[in-house]
């Protein structure tokens, strides 16, 4: 079975080698490109035909909301997922309904990059009561219990 492939987008170098290193370590992914800046991305993204994105909520050069309008012109756009520090940046929600597939919180403890990655690709993405609460909210469900939903 083919591994899956997985383009890096990191805000700094450091992380984007601890990235590198957790998925080269872990065997199941390929690796399909990299890069610290969205504005240089897109061309390696679309020649390199990765199914997954993994990628700083905040870039060096600007918010990956941007990024994510373009790829919808990709004929085959990568499924995202959103790397952040924390669970409760106010970006974070509306991120998600701009079509990114799921996030991690890097800082939580037992959080790998391969194994949210390898949720994601299962369809299994986690998401915290607050952002299932905004999410109910956002579509007019707010009064409804989580449990429920």
């Not at 492939?5 to 065997?27: C, H, I, M, N, P």
């Not at 993405?125 to 469900?141: K, V």
Request: aromatic fraction near 4%.
């Amino acid at each position: 079975m083919p591994m899956s492939s997985v383009f890096l987008l990191r805000r700094a170098a450091k992380t984007l080698e601890t990235s590198r290193a957790s998925l080269l370590a872990d065997g199941r992914w390929e690796l399909a490109g990299s890069s610290e800046r969205a504005t240089d991305c897109m061309a390696a993204l679309h020649s390199s035909r990765a199914q997954y994105l993994a990628c700083d909520l905040r870039l060096a050069d600007g918010h990956v909301r941007r990024l994510l309008q373009q790829l919808r012109r990709l004929p085959q756009a990568p499924k995202v997922l959103l790397l952040s520090s924390c669970a409760h940046d106010t970006m974070l929600f509306d991120t998600l309904a701009d079509g990114a597939h799921g996030y991690m919180v890097e800082c939580e403890r037992g959080s790998s990059l391969p194994q949210a990655l390898s949720q994601l690709q299962a369809g299994q993405a986690l998401m915290s009561p607050e952002l299932a609460r905004q999410t109910l909210h956002s579509m007019g469900l707010s009064r409804i219990s989580l449990e429920r939903a």
